[in-house]
């Protein structure tokens, strides 16, 4: 169905995530034509708003983020509001009722997307509210979408799995992450498998390591509440890093179905060498920002921000080294890291191959460089294919060489935006770039040793890094050690 037709309820809907990222993409859909008549966007929070007052903050909020004038009156005509008070039975009856009467005004099928994009304190609560309350029984189909955090270690996860598997099946949970919906992330297996060339090379007898870089010039802005008890593990690693690398490493599936896609990647989640606590420190390294220079503006330290512990062991920064033990990957390194206030904001993807095995040109050239694949994943998308020539006019000397692809180098942004397509495919029922809960389980299964040590330990050494950097040296330490270093962002 081009044109699915459902309504759209966001709880959390006068929240940062509604504002930045729902709306705008709602909007694109409507505008793209892939939203028909039939759809209407329910916005559900605690605050009271009437339909009026609600329309006209959406209104705004697309106008502000994507830097249009929205006049279409009939698109914000699709927005509703219901205030929820989400420990009352009562409120859900009302809000049952509203959709009711949406769903017979706009002709809609009963399909509801309920998305829970607040603080998870109340997911459990709202999901069998929505259950007993009759809300998810519908003519129509039902799906949930859940943003994260989805859990803080494995145990909690388990329990908001439980919970909210009472109301919805596996089929029917949407979980996000956004770095699935990123255009360039999606390319990676395109990339891989519909080109000759790479996948016979794509293992441990050519490849010498695999360095993912996601950096952030941002601080933690006003979210220090959440982060100072997540931390950059958690909030990075778990999720956005282990999914390029399951991406990345994964056995061609059988098909392209969702099913094939996802145990593909489970099973390279499942293949990570476990962390021991006493493995951490030799395979992880943690960083924590003090004051500095980012992008020539002065920043305070970590410490200092809004809502943090003036003596917070949180990390915001992480870099590690991953093995994954199967015969593809065997010996291998995958170096992973990513932190906030970095040099620059940049996700990149890059491979290295092996070194030729001798080098014929070492009386004019010391040494070859190494053939490398870079996948820019933003802001810039594209490839970088680093291959050697002769040095033109020079005998016999060598020089690095750039075969460059750029996905998107007009406007330079991510297009479209990755809460837009996996909304849409949401509506269409595709949940192959959402999370199923067997790759939660074993990302957090990786990540929660790792979490232990850190959270017993007091890092004595932080702040280590100066904002503005690329974090602390220990991190570039940790591939001197294998003989690499990390290839320059640009
Ligand atoms: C989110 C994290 O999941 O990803 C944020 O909670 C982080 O802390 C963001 O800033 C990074 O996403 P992107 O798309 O800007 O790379």
């Known amino acids: 169905d081009v044109q699915p037709k459902a309504t759209i309820v966001i709880f959390g809907a006068t929240g940062d995530l509604a504002k930045r990222k729902l709306f705008p993409s709602i909007y694109k859909l409507y505008q793209k034509g892939k939203l028909a008549e039939q759809f209407a966007v329910v916005g559900v929070a605690r605050r009271p708003h009437t339909d009026e007052s609600f329309r006209s903050y959406v209104r705004e909020t697309i106008e502000e983020a994507t830097k249009q004038e929205l006049i279409d009156d009939k698109f914000i005509s699709h927005f509703y509001y219901h205030s929820l008070d989400a420990t009352n039975t009562q409120s859900y009856e009302q809000l049952n009722e509203l959709l009711t009467r949406v769903e017979e005004q706009f002709h809609i099928p009963g399909n509801r997307i309920f998305y829970l994009a607040m603080a998870p304190e109340f997911f459990g609560t709202i999901t069998s509210h929505l259950k007993s309350e009759g809300l998810t029984a519908t003519n129509g189909w039902t799906r949930l979408v859940i ?40 390319n990676i297996e395109v990339i891989r498998f519909a080109n000759a060339i790479f996948e016979p090379l794509w293992n441990n007898r050519f490849i010498a390591n695999i360095q993912i870089t996601s950096s952030e010039t ?32 994964m056995e061609p599936p059988i098909k392209l179905t969702t099913d094939d896609i996802r145990s593909e990647k489970v099973k390279v989640l499942r293949a990570l060498r476990p962390m021991t606590h006493d493995d951490v420190e030799t395979y992880f390294v943690r960083g ?109 000397k060598t020089t690095p060489i750039k075969l460059d692809y750029c996905n998107n180098c007009i406007d330079g942004i ?32 990786f990540v929660d040793p790792i979490s232990e040590v850190w959270a017993n330990t007091k890092a004595v050494d932080f702040p280590n890094y100066e904002a503005g950097s690329m974090g602390p040296k220990k991190a570039d330490e940790l591939l001197q050690k294998d003989g690499f270093h990390w290839w320059p962002l640009n």
């Open 218 to 249: 941002l601080g933690v802005e006003d979210r220090g509440r959440y982060y100072d008890h997540s931390g950059a593990l958690r909030d990075m690693v778990q999720n956005h890093m282990l999914q390029m690398v399951a991406l990345l490493a």
């Open 147 to 186: 943003e994260k955090p989805f859990g803080h270690d494995l145990q909690s996860a388990q329990r908001l799995n439980e919970e909210i598997r009472q109301s919805f099946s596996e089929e029917q949970i949407f979980r996000i992450d956004h770095y699935l919906g990123k255009e360039m992330v999606q």
């Open 414 to 445: 991510n297009t479209p935006e990755a809460y837009e397509k996996l909304l849409y495919d949401c509506m269409r029922g595709d949940a192959t770039n959402f999370t199923h809960w067997d790759e939660v389980a074993a990302s957090w299964s």
């Open 288 to 396: 924590q920002y003090g004051r500095g220079i980012v992008r020539g503006q002065q920043v305070v330290g970590y410490r200092e921000e809004h809502s943090v512990d003036p003596n917070s062991n949180t990390e915001t920064f992480v870099a590690g080294k991953l093995m994954i033990d199967n015969f593809r990957w065997a010996g291998v390194p995958f170096y992973i890291r990513t932190g906030k206030r970095m040099t620059e904001k940049s996700t990149k993807i890059v491979v290295q191959f092996k070194d030729v095995p001798m080098n014929l040109y070492y009386r004019t050239s010391e040494h070859v460089h190494p053939n490398l694949l870079v996948i820019h994943i933003q802001p810039d998308e594209g490839i970088t294919l680093h291959l050697n020539a002769k040095k033109s006019g020079e005998s016999m």
